[in-house]
């Protein structure tokens, strides 16, 4: 990893940790004067968002924009970086009840629901999903059409055409035999709907061009792709302290993965030709898409 990409990454990683503490504090002090009985949202939303990650998906946000030679962070791009994050947030959030995948850790620390209890995690997902479009409807330094654009990308991105039904089908496929094409198409809703929104949403508030978002859709498809792949391989050869989450349950809960319809060392394979794929679709941007570079094989190289 360069030291220009790893200062990349620390400043953007700071960014949206502060940035998010500060939405929370500013929620946290608006329910205040409504009664107590929000205190435990409010406290469980502080929770969630302060609870450390990689923030891959506000990063994909910012790099794109740089792309597109936007210069640093300004207000409106935190903006949408937070929503990114917050949607993410909260299909974590959901994604750990005992009712989806029932994981008791996240990210090292109890899920919401054990730290808490089912009722308020499932408020304080919702509550993030509600706040996610606000921020983008409230994003400064954009003009209307493009906030209306972006709420369009999110809401696609995070509903039935995306991570829902993406998760619908995950559970359906469960103790099922499902053909690679299937898991393909599974994994691009339910986990890269997202990260190609992240992308794109970052080219739409950078003013890109109809090429320039379709190139960037393009890298946002592949490395979203790659990242389940990772994931899968991940759940195989990591372990629960470095993951942050229990290691082995796809197996466990007898879901399909890369791994098990490609074998260990063809999923790797994949992870890589998606890899390649993606930083091709780059050629256009020349070295302003090196953070987007970076963030590729930041993807296929982490450990957790």
Not at 38 to 55: E, H, M, P, S
Not at 138 to 157: E, F
Not at 225 to 237: C, H, M, N, R, Y
Request: hydrophobic share 45%.
């Amino acid at each position: 990893m360069s030291k220009r990409f790893a200062d990349f990454l620390l400043a953007g990683k700071n960014q949206v940790d502060q940035q998010l503490a500060n939405f929370a504090a500013d929620q946290a002090m608006a329910a205040s004067g409504l009664g107590g009985s929000l205190d435990t949202i409010t406290q469980a939303c502080t929770y969630v968002l302060t609870n450390g990650g990689k923030r891959v998906r506000p990063l994909m946000v910012y790099a794109a924009a740089q792309a597109l030679g936007h210069k640093g962070h300004d207000t409106g791009l935190d903006h949408v970086a937070c929503a990114l994050e917050m949607i993410h947030t909260y299909s974590l959030i959901h994604d750990d009840l005992p009712a989806m995948d029932d994981d008791d850790l996240r990210r090292g620390r109890p899920s919401c629901h054990k730290a808490f209890d089912e009722a308020t995690a499932i408020l304080t997902g919702d509550a993030l999903q509600a706040r996610a479009f606000e921020l983008l409807a409230d994003a400064p330094g954009l003009t209307a059409a493009q906030r209306v654009a972006l709420i369009k990308s999110l809401a696609k991105a995070a509903g039935v055409q995306g991570m829902v039904g993406g998760q619908a089908m995950d559970i359906a496929a469960t103790n099922t035999n499902v053909n690679l094409q299937q898991l393909q198409s599974m994994h691009a809703f339910k986990t890269g709907a997202i990260i190609r929104a992240a992308v794109t949403m970052g080219g739409i508030a950078a003013n890109a061009s109809v090429q320039q978002l379709a190139a960037l859709d393009s890298y946002g498809t592949h490395i979203g792709l790659a990242f389940q792949v990772i994931d899968d391989i991940l759940d195989v050869e990591g372990n629960t302290e470095t993951l942050g989450k229990t290691q082995g349950k796809d197996d466990k809960a007898n879901k399909p993965t890369y791994v098990s319809l490609m074998t260990l060392d063809g999923a790797k394979k994949e992870s890589q030709r998606l890899l390649q794929t993606a930083l091709d679709t780059l050629v256009e941007f020349g070295v302003s898409a090196d953070p987007l570079r970076g963030l590729a094989h930041y993807i296929i190289s982490r450990d957790r």
